[in-house]
């Protein structure tokens, strides 16, 4: 329909949420525009918001509003232990757990630059201990034997969360007390 084009544009907009299908979106767009339209005013400014304040840690590639996240500014956080994540989701899910007291690094690719990043963290913050907070797989076995790899010249322990953690379930989705027990529980790689 031509003359809903400004509304199905809305639709589709909201599809390209994960998880969003048209249903809901068409849902989501009815409710933002003809049912409250405030909370759609509210939602815009939010999101406008947080995308002109929002950016990536420049040390552990984590969420935050400053250059620097406050996890890493955080001096009773212990530098000996770091956490390696897939992506910044992950330590708001780890974050939530309550379970850890060290610091994280996102490690999003295995690019040299990426590489030289983490061993950079590792020597500035005399790391001991890496955990490896990734979706249990194949590929993140992998991708563990080549950080592992990389970072041989240092004197570290390297460890994984425990398999708490279903194959293939990203930590956004485990429950709080399958997570905790998976990082207490945590063996070494």
């Not at 003809?34 to 939010?46: C, R, V």
């Amino acid at each position: 329909m031509k003359s809903l084009e400004k509304f199905n544009n809305l639709v589709d907009a909201l599809m390209e949420l994960p998880s969003v299908g048209k249903k809901s979106a068409t849902r989501f767009a009815y409710h933002l525009v003809l049912s409250d339209p405030f909370s759609a005013l509210k939602l815009s400014h939010a999101i406008e918001n947080a995308i002109s304040s929002i950016k990536k840690c420049t040390i552990c590639g984590g969420i935050s509003e400053d250059e620097i996240c406050e996890i890493c500014h955080d001096e009773n956080r212990s530098d000996s232990k770091l956490c390696i994540v897939e992506n910044a989701k992950d330590i708001l899910v780890l974050e939530d757990s309550n379970s850890f007291d060290g610091k994280y690094f996102v490690l999003e690719n295995l690019e040299a630059e990426s590489i030289e990043k983490l061993k950079d963290v590792v020597a500035q913050r005399f790391v001991d201990e890496i955990i490896f907070a990734l979706t249990p797989s194949l590929a993140n076995d992998s991708v563990i034997l080549f950080v592992e790899d990389k970072l041989k010249e240092f004197d570290i322990t390297f460890t994984k969360i425990a398999q708490g953690v279903p194959t293939g379930v990203t930590l956004e989705n485990v429950d709080m007390l399958s997570l905790s027990k998976a990082l207490s529980d945590r063996v070494k790689v």
